[in-house]
């Protein structure tokens, strides 16, 4: 585990992408559910640009692609209206550009950025692979994917992973959850200095939410490895995972209290499958932008990617 020094996360400013959809209308309803709780301002941003051969068509000079984009925004006014949000400040603009740059460029000074999974009007094409992925690829702060009501299952018949051990040394802090349902923050930990800045985002929204939180290292045995051989005879991937869970906590001690219930687990499965399972009964996912140890391959693109399309909660890719 790094032992770089970590400052206290804050957040103090969201930043959501709006486009009239019902996925944004979803992701911005969940936004503002999010920023009552842990105090923070949301400024809500739609895109608009003329189409790049719209001006040789006769009804160029009628109509303006700004007019719709203040028709999505005040949508997004009557969604805050409804909403009764009363105890943030919310800011609703609608900004000439591409979605991709007008999103990052607003969230450039934000502490988290929410993208819907898919979207239409000023966010069309908002499918991850498109501008979703190239905001959790680019962004210069944590990203929220929200997909919205119509959620898959995630397909984990085919995961073979060990059920954890509760009598085993797994590493706790402040009276550890034993049932992981609504209220409960999963994070992916692999000793990553990206995964330990993911913890300590999650242990300040769980603090802040009244949520737990449950990390979850993985491993594995590769394949080449002949297990009843030296040095393996003495030695397996569960005990370093032990060491990488129970470093990640130490290092987000100074901010775990009373009021923050941690529990660790390890897991042995690919990466991916482990934590698709694990969202099933998650309130969020918390993953680094990349990774290693039982995580490798952590990089946004591939585990983080999977899950950001295939996890049945919200999912956070932290980027700092």
């Known amino acids: 585990m790094s032992t770089e020094t970590t400052t206290a996360p804050t957040i103090d400013r969201i930043v959501v992408g709006f486009d009239g959809s019902e996925q944004s209308t979803a992701a911005l309803e969940h936004t503002l559910s999010l920023a009552e709780g842990v105090g923070a301002a949301v400024d809500v941003v739609t895109s608009w640009r003329w189409p790049l051969t719209w001006s040789t068509l006769p009804v160029a000079n009628t109509w303006s692609p700004l007019h719709d984009a203040e028709e999505i925004r005040q949508h997004a006014v009557e969604v805050i209206e409804r909403h009764g949000s009363h105890t943030v400040g919310v800011t609703t603009r609608a900004v000439e550009g591409g979605a991709t740059e007008v999103l990052l460029e607003a969230a450039a000074d934000a502490d988290l950025l929410v993208v819907g999974s898919r979207g239409r009007g000023g966010f069309r094409g908002l499918l991850l692979g498109s501008v979703s992925a190239a905001c959790v690829q680019h962004a210069t702060c944590p990203v929220l994917v929200h997909r919205g009501e119509d959620t898959t299952t995630p397909d984990t018949t085919a995961l073979d992973t060990t059920t954890p051990d509760p009598t085993a040394q797994v590493p706790t802090r402040h009276a550890p959850t034993t049932h992981h349902g609504p209220g409960t923050i999963v994070v992916g930990v692999d000793g990553s200095p990206e995964s330990g800045r993911a913890l300590r985002f999650a242990v300040l929204l769980a603090r802040k939410l009244g949520h737990d939180v449950r990390t979850i290292t993985t491993w594995q ?30 290092a987000a001690e100074d901010l775990i209290d009373d009021d923050v219930h941690v529990r660790s687990e390890l897991v042995e ?26 995580f490798r391959g952590l990089l946004v693109g591939s585990v983080g990617q999977e899950c950001a399309q295939h996890a049945s909660c919200p999912v956070v890719i932290h980027r700092s």
């Open 269 to 294: 499965g690919p990466a991916a499958e482990v934590l698709l399972e694990a969202s099933r009964d998650a309130t969020l996912l918390v993953l680094g932008s990349r990774g290693l140890g039982g």
């Open 221 to 250: 045995w590769p394949a080449a490895l002949n297990r009843d051989e030296p040095p393996f005879d003495h030695w397996s991937p569960e005990q370093d995972a032990l060491s990488t869970a129970s470093s990640a906590l130490d």
